[in-house]
């Protein structure tokens, strides 16, 4: 069962938390590196309830082409919306976003959950994703980081 082992017992050090609880500047980095165009760059629905990320080639208004792959493909002009800056990539805060669409709401969310980044903040609200498994980011070396802040109290409250 998931989760069954505990983690910091008196006699071994508490494991280090931070790739759980902030973006590295690796990542970051990477993350930088991803092309990106800032007039043609949208997200498009992907048929299954989700979105997919392309390139816009025309918009009249009611109808725009969109690049996906190597793939023309039309949609209504609504449903094409534009994606955020690299710099928002697994935005902590996706207040802070530029474009808060659901798309981006839903990668920001994804990219941070494949990253290990379980907490994300929406404003004042705190968005946990479920991993189903035990990070250690429950531990007195996270409490005394964490001591005093506002973060702790979302921490404390929404743990296991």
């Known amino acids: 069962m998931p989760g069954h082992i505990k983690l910091g017992a ?4 508490d ?3 931070l790739p759980y609880l ?12 991803k092309p990106y165009d800032s007039k ?12 997919v990320e392309g390139l816009v ?12 792959g190597h793939e023309n493909k039309y949609f209504k002009s609504e449903q094409v919306v534009p ?18 669409n659901e798309a981006s709401v839903f990668w920001n969310l994804k990219s941070r959950y494949q990253a290990k980044l379980i907490y994300t903040y929406s ?6 994703v479920n991993p189903y498994k035990r990070f250690p980011i429950y531990t007195p ?11 702790m109290r979302h921490l404390l409250n929404c743990g296991p």
């Not at 043609?40 to 979105?51: F, K, Q, S």
Request: proline share 8%.
């Open 57 to 68: 080639q025309s918009d009249d208004g009611d109808k725009a082409t969109v690049l996906l």
């Open 123 to 128: 404003g004042l609200f705190c968005v946990v």
């Open 10 to 13: 008196s006699e071994v050090p």
């Open 141 to 151: 070396r996270v409490l005394k980081i964490y001591q005093g802040s506002e973060e």
């Open 40 to 51: 043609r760059a949208v997200w498009t629905p992907d048929g299954m309830g989700g979105y």
């Open 22 to 33: 902030m973006v590295s500047g690796e990542m970051r980095r990477k993350d930088m590196a």
């Open 83 to 100: 994606v955020n800056p690299p710099k928002f990539e697994k935005c902590e805060d996706m207040a802070n976003l530029t474009f808060l």
């Open 15 to 17: 494991p280090d938390p």
